[in-house]
């Protein structure tokens, strides 16, 4: 089963515009991550967040947590034609043992951005 | 590192027939997972393995599909026999987690196989 589910299913923008992409998750995690993939291609890891913070930035990537509401956000700003991709939040399921681990990463079903030049 | 190899990078099998997918994970890594890819479900996780040992196959959907780690650096997706509803395309992500506190690490993917069985 998926374990995040990310809104909106699609979103298409003009160059130069910001976009925000949401995630929600149903268990507890130790972090939450961000994938990136283009048509036809592997996922590409973009960020990863800890279940302790609540903002982290990579350049034009800013992803918030709300562990409270178990949800993220993921804010592209300043975008480009070239960010047009599919984008994935993931969860690790949160088990943790400190004798050894046992992470179970899904994902959600994603976003599709289209960013027009 | 080459990253995170998979092999064939396009199957077309007849149903009925035998497929096997193969991944080569990046060295050093401890986790690998197994996922399929369809328009309709998304990504799903169908096996992951830790230290070569599987933890959760409940994604698997039938019998038909089994997955082996004989060791570090090779895994297998076996489909046998093989359904065209099957078709999709299938990656492998291999990881590890973080030296300061243990928790997963970002996943690396590989470039995916294509399966269609007609």
């Known amino acids: 089963s998926q374990q995040g589910e990310e809104d909106p299913q699609a979103l298409s923008i003009q160059e130069g515009e910001n976009a925000t992409m949401n995630c929600s998750y149903k268990?507890?995690?130790?972090?939450l991550q961000w994938y990136r993939q283009n048509s036809g291609r592997g996922l590409v890891h973009l960020i990863l967040?800890?279940?302790?913070?609540r903002e982290k930035h990579s350049g034009r990537l800013r992803v918030t947590l709300d562990t409270s509401k178990k949800s993220s956000s993921l804010l592209i700003t300043a975008s480009r034609a070239a960010d047009t991709a599919s984008y994935f939040c993931a969860t690790d399921g949160g088990a943790f043992y400190s004798g050894g681990s046992n992470y179970k990463l899904t994902f959600g079903k994603g976003t599709l951005l289209t960013v027009n030049p | 590192d080459a990253g995170v190899i998979q092999s064939p990078r396009h199957e077309v099998t007849e149903m009925g027939q035998e497929v096997t997918l193969r991944c080569k994970p990046i060295s050093g890594h401890d986790y690998l997972f197994w996922y399929r890819q369809t328009m309709m479900r998304g990504l799903e996780l169908l096996i992951y393995?830790?230290?070569?040992?599987?933890?959760?196959d409940s994604g698997m959907p039938e019998d038909r599909f089994s997955a082996k780690m004989p060791n570090a650096s090779f895994s297998t997706l076996k489909i046998q026999p093989s359904e065209p509803r099957d078709s999709a395309v299938y990656f492998c992500?291999?990881?590890?987690?973080?030296?300061?506190?243990?928790?997963?690490?970002?996943?690396?993917f590989g470039q995916g196989t294509r399966l269609t069985v007609v």
């Open positions: 393995f830790n230290n070569n040992v599987p933890i959760d």
């Open positions: 992500a291999s990881s590890t987690t973080t030296k300061t506190d243990r928790v997963l690490a970002e996943a690396f």
């Open positions: 967040i800890r279940s302790n913070e």
């Open positions: 268990t507890s995690i130790n972090n």
